[in-house]
Nanobody
Framework: QVQLVESGGGLVQPGGSLRLSCAAS????????MRWYRQAPDKERELIAG???????NYADSVKGRFSISRDNAKKMVYLQMNSLKPEDTAKYYC??????????WGQGTQVTVSS
């Protein structure tokens, strides 16, 4: 059974920073894509950052230049460094991993609130 657990969310003032982490546990052979999504109240879940097994990254325009995704394959973790946070970044953030053989899994989400 594979589980993804996010951490690092919380309340931060506008302009501040947070670093989200997501750890995978279970019997895992290899991890292909790793992604971060977010969902604000009354809005659809949106893809904001992704990183391939080769390390290629991509970002939504709304976070480009402020957020940075990285991965540690040995630790089976993905990170999201979020800088210059804005109130509109307030959302629940979810990690997603696509595993060889096992398919795709989601974490339960971690809340990020940007407010003064």
């Amino acid at each position: 059974q594979v589980q993804l657990v996010e951490s690092g969310g919380g309340l931060v003032q506008p302009g501040g920073s947070l670093r989200l982490s997501c750890a995978a546990s279970g019997t895992i052979y290899s991890i292909n894509a790793m992604r971060w999504y977010r969902q604000a109240p009354d809005k659809e879940r949106e893809l904001i950052a992704g990183i391939t097994s080769a390390g290629t990254t991509n970002y939504a325009d709304s976070v480009k230049g402020r957020f940075s995704i990285s991965r540690d394959n040995a630790k089976k973790m993905v990170y999201l460094q979020m800088n210059s946070l804005k109130p509109e970044d307030t959302a629940k953030y979810y990690c997603y991993m696509w595993f060889s053989v096992l398919g795709a899994y989601w974490g339960q989400g971690t809340q990020v609130t940007v407010s003064s």
